[in-house]
């Protein structure tokens, strides 16, 4: 996919969600069982770095995103919504893409890079719009993995 983050097909899902813990409550199980995490321990450092401002970027995609020990490099999930949710995001729209990262404990730069690949993706129009058009997960994670190979190209 990309050398930046690892983002495995089963961390691609469709989901409902009401509000934004029941969000980061979904995304914190998908990563313990497609990474093998302890997903309390996923849920409580994503609402320590969501306590610090919100990771809501903008235009329906929010960025969740913590350091956690033992993982040898950054993962990646996303969530596509059902229907969007209040993510107190800076534009104030409400998210329907939630695009989560974790890297290691110690992973400075290279977390802000992986960060940064995840912004850019998020922020190319034609990416964006084929994101928030997509229905499966299947779809989004052929989207995702065109995109990151163009990148890497």
Do not use: C, W
Not at 42 to 48: A, G, S, T
Not at 96 to 102: K, T
Not at 121 to 143: G, I, K, P, S, W
């Amino acid at each position: 996919m990309t050398s930046l983050f690892t983002l495995l097909p089963d961390s691609v899902g469709v989901i409902r969600a009401e509000t934004k813990h029941a969000i980061l409550v979904q995304l914190a199980q998908r990563f313990a069982a497609v990474y093998e995490l302890d997903a309390q321990d996923v849920l409580e450092r994503l609402e320590e770095r969501e306590a610090l401002g919100s990771t809501g970027f903008g235009r329906g995609v929010a960025i969740p995103h913590a350091r956690v020990p033992g993982l040898k490099r950054p993962v990646a999930a996303l969530l596509r919504l059902k229907e969007p949710v209040d993510f107190a995001a800076a534009d104030a729209m409400p998210v329907d893409l939630v695009f989560g990262l974790l890297s290691p404990e110690n992973a400075g730069v290279t977390h802000l890079h992986a960060l940064a690949a995840i912004s850019r993706l998020v922020r190319d129009e034609r990416t964006h719009e084929a994101l928030m058009e997509a229905r499966d997960a299947q779809t989004l994670y052929a989207l995702l993995a065109n995109a990151t190979d163009r990148d890497a190209a």
